[in-house]
């Protein structure tokens, strides 16, 4: 299998999900590509190539930080690829993370996905599903109301200023386009700069306001579903509680939160059951839910991580599963030729 991650940029990615992915591709014999988002080249005949960057397939690697260093290193083999020489192309770019001075690169993954799948390259997630959910805080506010937290999506202070008062002057504020857990605040009545919190995020954008859960006190879990099902490998499930550091409400780990075991949950289910239909139906592949009690807070369909944080928790790290379940497409894709969409084949377990 011939499989490309999209990433950010190549020479700054960090070692997370996408790494250990790719690890276990390389681990397994594959031919594993990286690709940032700025690599991708359309020629006037209509020809997209990609310039890729690997590691050696026959590359001993033992860890995703080995799997890094080398394709980060002076060993790594950069080549220019015709697109439609690869068998997947898996988009993992996370367009939130990208500065000011890279605008251009938010869209550019998911814009070039859609024209390399329509050269038959099978890929994850559905490109189409990504323009669709491509503000994914919105896609989320269209899942029904009753598994989601009240809130308003807007850039007007007086809007936001009577959702406080209703949700007794307490309630989460967040940029719509955001990630990390960057620019998320907690206001309660006791907040001095409310003001010039609402002014600096609706700057940048609309803002999101939402009730505040008291439970999120004791965390946040994170869900990651495959094929509109909880991704399990060997009897354990891919659900990991992140408990945020003390004075933090915020339960990223890139702010510090730490793992730690959850069950999952008839509430969990119940959210599970109600959003499946939906990212199956779009042509979600991979997608992490974040759920406080019997809420969905969150869904991440454009870089959901955590599988890094598993072996944490005692748990596999699941790759395993994803790798597999990709090649069963490729499979299903090979048997059945051109009468499975691209949209069917991302979500066929």
Not at 63 to 83: N, V, W
Not at 239 to 264: C, K, Y
Not at 303 to 325: K, N, Q, R, Y
Request: charge should be negative; glycine fraction near 8%; aromatic fraction near 6%.
């Amino acid at each position: 299998m011939k499989i490309g991650f999209v990433l950010n940029k190549v020479a700054t990615e960090a070692c997370g999900t996408s790494v250990a992915l790719m690890t276990k591709a390389h681990k397994m014999g594959h031919e594993v590509s990286a690709i940032g988002v700025g690599d991708f080249n359309l020629h006037h005949d209509g020809l997209i190539t990609i310039d890729t960057t690997s590691v050696p397939v026959n590359k001993e690697v033992k860890t995703p930080e080995e799997y890094l260093e080398h394709l980060q290193g002076s060993e790594a083999e950069t080549k220019r690829i015709e697109a439609i020489s690869l068998d997947v192309l898996f988009i993992r770019n996370n367009p939130t993370e990208e500065g000011a001075d890279r605008k251009w690169a938010e869209q550019s993954g998911i814009a070039f996905g859609r024209m390399i799948q329509q050269l038959g390259v099978l890929v994850l997630n559905d490109a189409y599903a990504l323009t669709k959910a491509f503000i994914d805080k919105l896609y989320f506010e269209e899942l029904p109301k009753h598994i989601k937290p009240a809130s308003i999506i807007t850039r007007k202070k007086e809007d936001v200023l009577n959702f406080w008062e209703e949700n007794g002057k307490k309630m989460v504020l967040k940029p719509l386009e955001g990630s990390g857990g960057q620019n998320v605040y907690l206001i309660d009545e006791n907040q001095k700069n409310l003001n010039q919190i609402i002014d600096t995020l609706s700057d940048e954008g609309y803002i999101i306001a939402q009730e505040y859960l008291p439970d999120v006190k004791d965390g946040d879990i994170r869900v990651i579903l495959m094929n509109g099902r909880v991704l399990e490998q060997d009897g354990q499930k891919a659900i990991i509680r992140r408990v945020s550091g003390e004075g933090e409400f915020r339960s990223n780990f890139s702010l510090g939160a730490t793992a730690n075991s959850s069950e999952l949950t008839t509430a969990m289910e119940h959210i599970i059951e109600v959003t499946a239909p939906r990212l199956i139906a779009d042509g979600f592949f991979f997608v992490g839910l974040d759920i406080v009690k019997d809420k969905l807070i969150e869904i991440n369909v454009l870089s959901p991580g955590g599988l890094d944080h598993f072996s944490e928790i005692d748990l596999p790290d699941f790759t395993d599963t994803v790798i597999e379940a990709i090649e069963r497409k490729l499979e299903y894709k090979k048997m059945h030729g051109n009468q499975l969409s691209n949209k069917v084949l991302a979500t066929m377990h």
